[in-house]
């Protein structure tokens, strides 16, 4: 089985701050920030409600995906966050009980 690869948009509870990431494990990542394991920018920020991903099967390609949105304003992240998931609903609810 190929391995897969996920960008992610992360946000908080009052959904002011999107945090873009790139990882192959994208339940553990979530919970990574969920849990505050690693100190930075999520954690000051409580960023911890998966809001947006996507699949990709290459590492290359999925690297040069995460810096194509971290490039973007936030009106077009917005907008694909919309797209997927409109009442931007946290996907990752369920996935650790």
């Not at 100190?39 to 099967?57: A, I, M, Q, R």
């Amino acid at each position: 089985m190929a391995r897969q690869y996920y960008v992610y948009i992360l946000t908080n509870k009052r959904k002011n701050v999107l945090y873009v990431g790139v990882t192959s494990n994208l339940e553990s990542r979530v919970w990574q920030h969920k849990t505050k394991v690693n100190p930075g920018f999520t954690n000051k920020y409580n960023v911890n409600k998966l809001v947006y991903y996507e699949v990709h099967d290459d590492i290359f390609v999925a690297i040069q995906r995460e810096k194509q949105i971290k490039r973007w304003r936030r009106g077009k992240k917005e907008w694909l966050i919309n797209n997927m998931n409109p009442c931007w609903n946290d996907l990752s609810e369920g996935w650790y009980e």
